[in-house]
Structures are given as C-alpha cells and as structure tokens.
C-alpha cells in the first residue's frame, strides 16, 4: 500500500500563494485516484480537489474553484495543489489522499479512502 507524505504548508498572507506536494512511496501511484482534504480547526474535514489517475479529470469544491489548481506527476510519484488567492478562510490543516479502488469523484468526496497523509498546516493571515 503506498503512503504519502505532504510538504509545503505555511504562513502566507492573504491573497498570496503556496504550491502543497504529496509524495507517494511506490510507483503504483499511477495506480490511484488522489486528491486533498482540509480541516480547519472545530470544523469537519472537507473535500478540496481531486485528479484522476491519468490526470486528465479534476474536481473542485465550489469554495476553491478557480483559485486552486490540482495536477499530479506520476514520472515523480507526485500531487500538487496549487492555491492561489489564498484567504484567511482557507487556513486549515491539509491532507492528501488517495484509493486504488475508487472509480468516481462523488465517491472520492465522500472521504472514506484508503490511504492518507499526516496532514501539513496552511495558515492564511489577513
């Protein structure tokens, strides 16, 4: 089973930008729907994004559409999540995700997936 590690969390103020990685251990990544999640404090985790395992198909939560971008690099074992115009709001632990087994994005939001990152921290000063 692959694992996956995030990077790239930080502070960043309003309206600036950070690119979040997520890297897979095993070169069957390819083999994976993946995306991100996020959970801000006293809040519920969240659907962010989603690629398919080609990368050609993505999903987006209506609240970071057209601001973030999801890619992967499966050459490098690798997802991104590109987020532009960043808001306090968007201060939030973010977590990457991804199943073998998972055919759908509606499937993929519902958040019950097999493999999980530790999360890294993005905090949106105003």
């Known amino acids: 089973q692959v694992q996956l590690v995030e990077s790239g969390g930080g502070l960043v103020q309003a309206g600036g930008s950070l690119r979040l990685s997520c890297a897979a251990s095993?070169?069957?990544?390819?083999?994976?729907?993946m995306g991100w999640f996020r959970q801000a404090p006293g809040k519920e985790r969240e659907f962010v994004a989603a690629?398919?395992?080609?990368?050609?198909?993505?999903s987006y939560a209506d609240s970071v559409k057209g601001r973030f971008t999801i890619s992967r690099d499966n050459a490098k074992n690798t997802g991104y999540l590109l987020m532009d115009s960043l808001k306090p709001e968007d201060t939030a632990v973010y977590f990457c995700?991804?199943?073998?087994?998972?055919?759908?994005?509606?499937?993929?939001?519902?958040?019950?997936?097999?493999?999980w990152g530790t999360g890294t921290l993005v905090t949106v000063s105003s």
């Open positions: 995700a991804a199943d073998r087994n998972v055919l759908s994005f509606t499937r993929f939001r519902g958040g019950r997936l097999e493999v």
């Open positions: 690629i398919s395992r080609s990368g050609l198909g993505t």
């Open positions: 095993e070169r069957t990544f390819s083999d994976y729907l």
